[in-house]
Structures are given as C-alpha cells and as structure tokens.
C-alpha cells in the first residue's frame, strides 16, 4: 500500500496546470524586485494563459477520452481490504491498458470512486436479500457512470460467492465493454476480454472441448443443471438435496474435461459452451424452469450470466457452508437491469 507522503506527491504531481499557475505568479511578483529582469513581466501573462489552456485541454482529452473503470464487488471481508483490492486492481488495468488516469477521472468531474466499490463486510447468509445488493450496486455504478462523459470500459473483480456473480453478470448481460479477472497463482488475470466484441459471450459453442453432457432419462417442468466446473464436484451434493426436499426434477450434469483448473488465456469458449446447454434445454417445451447448482470460479460464473441475461427463467442455487446444503438465493429473470 501506498504511503500518505507518496500519495500526497503523486496527487501534487496530476496537477500540471497548478505549476504552470503557480510560476506565472511568481515571474509576476519578481519582476518588481528585480526592475532588470523585465522579460519576467513579458512571460508572465503567457504563463498565466499556458496554465489555463492546459487546464481546459485535460479536460477535454477526459472528456473523449475511453475510461478504464474498475468495479470491485466485495462481500464477506472488512472495509479495508477494499482499498487493497483497488490498488490491485488499478494495477492490473494498467499493466492491461496502460490506463492510469484513475484519479484525475475522480477529480475531473466531481464524483466518488467508491460508487464502484460495492461492499458489504457481512457474508450473505441464505435468509438475506441478494436481490438487494445487485439492486444497491447498480444504483451506484449508475450514479457514477452518469456524471462520467464518454466511451467506458468496465473491469470487473469479484470478491464474493459465484452465485451472487451470476446475478451480477446477468444484469450487466452483453450491453458493455468488459474484462473480467480472476485470481490465478496470486494475482489477478485477465480471463474474459469483451472490449472487441460484445456479443461474443452469448454465441453458443455446439461442439464442445472444454465440457462434457448427460442426457436425462425424461425432461420434466423443472429441471436440476449442474455446473462442475471446478476442482470439487457438486454432482453429489445435488442429488442428495434433491431427494431430501422430494423434488420432481431430472439432473442434466456438465462436467469440466480440464481437471478442475481452467489454465488456458481466454475463458469465452467455456462460457459459450456452457451457454449451448441452456439454449438446448430452453427450446425444451417440456421445461419451465431451469434449477442452476454449480461449483466454479466467480468470473466464470460472471460470465456466464453476462450470457444468460435476465431473460431465461433460471433459479440459482447457493452453497450454505454452515448448513451443508443448498438454497436458491436468485432467480436470473426476475432481476432488473439499469445499466
């Protein structure tokens, strides 16, 4: 973490203009003191002018300029790992984009950075709302991109359950430019990029390499879709909750065909085979709603949801640690979008 002192003179050092101002002024006053030097006065006015065209030009570059804007999304973990987790972030973006106007976007145009820093310290428990953080969020993220002018690009870190990621991609869907990281051996990697083509994410790999599907026996109303796309499988879990709540639903598993750890540079192939199976099952007349259960990594998840939207009727189903058994906690199509 930076230090106070270094910040103070990295935010000294943002502001040109106020050097610029500040030796017109002084050119100004000595040339009084010194009747000799009279080129001082001549300079002056010139200075004074430089610095407020500077001034007015940064503002306009701001303005057309493509901002690089990290959305961090923190459940679970106390206010100061925000911070932390900014200045990760900012640095990733950086080394990504060469993007290193975070603060002068801040400062430029009058609005608060942690309008992108979604953050509840308490972890979400089955019985709390996780409609009212998505709905929070995007109220926040609105409020800023509002007072932000020109072409943005959002990159996205999760730090919180993949189901609340799903909910969090679904109300984002295909509409922005995105990069969503993950955390790969210690530091944060980009895994989805969106910036050249947004509609990427939703066209549908038939042919699959990174999963593998089973049939069910019979398509019934409301159908079990697990996701095992990590290193601990879900398959048994979901099963064994199915017969203790006596439901009448078929399971359709998908299982990843990479052990688990997902090593290649661009996840979109994944999510758009994953995405093929919702389309199948949807053009299923027989199947109303489609019970998500997963175990995957959150920016995968993400990206699934960018995928699915709000429109297909999906129930997401969340992992209660404590209780070892599952609870819905969203249902994908019933989210409003504001962004």
Known sequence: MKSKYRIFIDSIAEDADLFFFIAAIVMFLLSFF????????????????????????????????????????????????????LETAQASITELTGFKAFRKIEKIFD?????????????????????????????NIRQFVDSVPGEKVYHVFLYGPASLALGLGAVFGSKHKMVIYQRLDGQYTPVIDLRKNLRRIKQPLVEHKYITVSEPQRFTPDIALVLDMASHPAR????????????????????????????????????????????????????ATIHLFHSMPVALAFGVGMALGNFVPVMVYNWEVSEKTYQPVLKLNELKSIL
């Open 34 to 85: 010194l009747p000799e030097e009279k080129w001082l006065l001549i300079a002056a006015p010139p200075a004074f002018i430089a610095a407020y065209l500077l001034k007015h030009f940064r503002v306009a570059s701001q303005l057309v300029s493509t901002k690089h804007l990290p959305l961090i999304f923190t459940v679970g973990r106390p206010i100061k790992d925000v911070q932390n987790a």
């Open 111 to 139: 609005v608060r950075r942690d309008l992108l820093l979604p953050h509840k310290e308490r972890r979400l428990e089955k019985d709390d709302d996780w409609t009212d953080y998505i709905v929070d969020s995007q109220h």
């Open 236 to 287: 048994g879990d979901v099963k064994k909750y199915i017969n203790q709540q006596g439901l009448d639903m078929e399971v359709v598993e998908v299982v990843n065909t990479y052990d688990g750890n997902l090593t290649v540079d661009d996840w979109t192939p994944v999510v758009q085979e994953i995405y093929s199976v919702f389309n199948q099952l949807q053009a299923k007349e027989e199947i």
